[in-house]
T-cell receptor, first 113, second 114 residues
Framework: DAGITQSPRYKITETGRQVTLMCHQT?????MFWYRQDLGHGLRLIYY???????DKGEVPDGYVVSRSKTENFPLTLESATRSQTSVYFC????????????FGSGTQLSVL | QKEVEQDPGPLSVPEGAIVSLNCTYS??????FMWYRQYSRKGPELLMY????GNKEDGRFTAQVDKSSKYISLFIRDSQPSDSATYLC??????????????FGRGTQLTVWP
């Protein structure tokens, strides 16, 4: 499948558990991003990556870990999930630094009970 | 104060109406302005993109930027039920900054009823 895909689509977990959200893109885009979307806050950047093995914090990185060993994959891990991390998570990619357009996945709806 | 303010609505209009969606911002460094459309249970997709002040038209959609007032608008003419979605404004101080960060508004939920 071409494009940017996220998995799982829905996830329910309990507080304290580790959860990994997957993101895969087939375009060989350099930049990849993780956002969370919450009512009242809109989209907030968690982490981004400019290339394989290069990652950096965004606006709300606490409680999250990312890795990017391959260009096409950018998993997001919640090391010890908390209720405040209940949200819809979007992965996005962009071709390179000089491009404005972000391509978003369909999102993962995460509920932490 | 958030850097980008957007009324979340909801906004409900009849088919054929002209819709006006707006955002204000506080950071005068913003130069690139975008509108994303997000259908229910989908990711946002880029709808319009403008640089600096002025207007840009694409079919039924017109994006307007007034940097002096720190105000951007999206107009939808002859609105259709298929336009029902959440519209998010986004902006950036430079083109593809290293941080890659877009500053998003909260989104306005629009419903166009037949």
């Amino acid at each position: 499948d071409a494009g940017i895909t996220q998995s799982p689509r829905y996830k329910i977990t309990e507080t304290g558990r580790q959860v990994t959200l997957m993101c895969h893109q087939t375009w060989s885009h350099s930049y990849m991003f993780w956002y969370r979307q919450d009512l009242g806050h809109g989209l907030r950047l968690i982490y981004y990556s400019a290339a394989a093995d290069i990652t950096d914090k965004g606006e709300v990185p606490d409680g999250y870990v990312v890795s990017r060993s391959k260009t096409e994959n950018f998993p997001l891990t919640l090391e010890s999930a908390t209720r405040s991390q209940t949200s819809v998570y979007f992965c996005a990619s962009r071709l390179d630094r000089g491009r404005e357009k972000l391509f978003f996945g369909s999102g993962t709806q995460l509920s932490v009970l | 104060q958030k850097e980008v303010e957007q009324d979340p609505g909801p906004l409900s209009v009849p088919e054929g109406a002209i819709v006006s969606l707006n955002c204000t911002y506080s950071n005068s460094a913003f130069q690139y302005f975008m509108w994303y459309r997000q259908y229910s249970r989908k990711g946002p997709e880029l709808l319009m993109y403008t640089y600096s002040s002025g207007n840009k038209e694409d079919g039924r959609f017109t994006a307007q930027v007034d940097k002096s007032s720190k105000y951007i608008s999206l107009f939808i003419r002859d609105s259709q039920p298929s336009d029902s979605a959440t519209y998010l404004c986004a902006m950036s101080p430079d083109r593809g900054s290293t941080l890659g960060r877009l500053y998003f508004g909260r989104g306005t939920q629009l419903t166009v009823w037949p």
